[in-house]
């Protein structure tokens, strides 16, 4: 029964999966010239391209886990205060699964969300193509074992899962006003107008 509901997922992978999703590697020579691959150099970093156009570095992952990686990356959203989106996090570290996370925390990302995924609901995640809404455990192991992803994690020991980030860019930094001191007015005092001894109208010590 297992092996017809894994059969049935990879054909569910195959009918999602275009054309240029199978463009996986983007290779930099020394020379910086850039070329597409299917095939994961073992000698060189590579990066695999995903369908959204994000990447996912595959530097210093086992062979065959680069090439799972690049035919299905994983990208998971979550929102603050989400116990779910916990657990779901918990499980692909767990599962030894490079993913991308993006957060939905604010109005922006909000929209950002909706337009791109076409839901609002958190957690959710895409493996490939593949989309998954709400975290059930069992769903999310089913596509994590059909994509081809280990049982047990081969991650490196000194591999760090990127930091999480925001779904919608940051807006840049407006200039700050500039604080130029104005300039006296010849033949006045600009520090001490009012005589000696005496304050200024309205002001009281």
């Avoid at 709400?134 to 999310?140: I, K, L, R, S, V």
Wanted: glycine fraction near 6%; include cysteine; charge should be positive.
């Amino acid at each position: 029964m297992h092996r017809v509901v894994l059969s049935l997922l990879l054909a569910a992978f195959a009918c999602q999966v275009t054309t240029p999703a199978w463009a996986l590697y983007k290779v930099v020579g020394p020379d910086g010239r850039i070329t597409y691959t299917d095939r994961a150099p073992s000698d060189k970093p590579v990066q695999a391209i995903k369908a959204n156009g994000a990447t996912a570095s595959t530097e210093g992952l086992p062979y065959e886990l680069q090439r799972v990686v690049g035919r299905y990356p994983v990208s998971l959203f979550t929102g603050p205060k989400c116990n779910a989106c916990d657990v779901a996090r918990q499980m692909l570290k767990e599962r030894g699964v490079p993913f991308v996370e993006k957060t939905v925390a604010t109005s922006d990302d909000a929209r950002a969300y909706l337009k791109q995924e076409g839901t609002d609901q958190l957690p959710s995640a895409r493996i490939g193509q593949k989309q998954l809404l709400g975290y059930n455990q069992a769903e999310w192991t089913s596509y994590v074992d059909a994509a081809g992803y280990p049982a047990k994690s081969v991650l490196p020991l000194n591999y760090r899962q990127p930091e999480a980030t925001p779904m919608a860019p940051m807006a840049p930094a407006s200039p700050k006003a500039s604080s130029a001191p104005s300039k006296a007015v010849p033949g006045t005092d600009s520090n001490n107008n009012a005589p000696a001894g005496t304050s200024p109208p309205g002001f009281r010590f």
